[in-house]
């Protein structure tokens, strides 16, 4: 097994995993750097227009291995009900 850091960096700045996970491969952690992402995409609230970027930046002891990256953006639809919104 190999363990895996999965550090976070979006707009406001970069969380270093200093603990890890372990992981039976690579694909196993491809998933788990995909589920983390999508968590956290899905508590942010985005303005109208603004982009984020979120993305977790994965190594092992002996470098990088990997990021995985998700740009949200949310755009309101043209005569859309302000009281929706």
Do not use: W
Request: aromatic residues 10%; proline residues 4%; negative net charge.
């Amino acid at each position: 097994m190999t363990r895996y850091f999965f550090d976070f960096r979006d707009e406001s700045g970069f969380l270093e995993d200093n603990e890890g996970l372990d992981f039976v491969s690579l694909d196993a952690a491809k998933n788990e750097a995909a589920q983390a992402v999508a968590s956290y995409a899905r508590d942010m609230v985005s303005e109208d227009g603004v982009q984020h970027l979120i993305a977790v930046e994965v190594r092992t002891a002996s470098g990088p291995s990997f990021v995985t990256r998700l740009q949200l953006e949310t755009i309101t639809a043209p005569g859309a009900d302000p009281g929706s919104r």
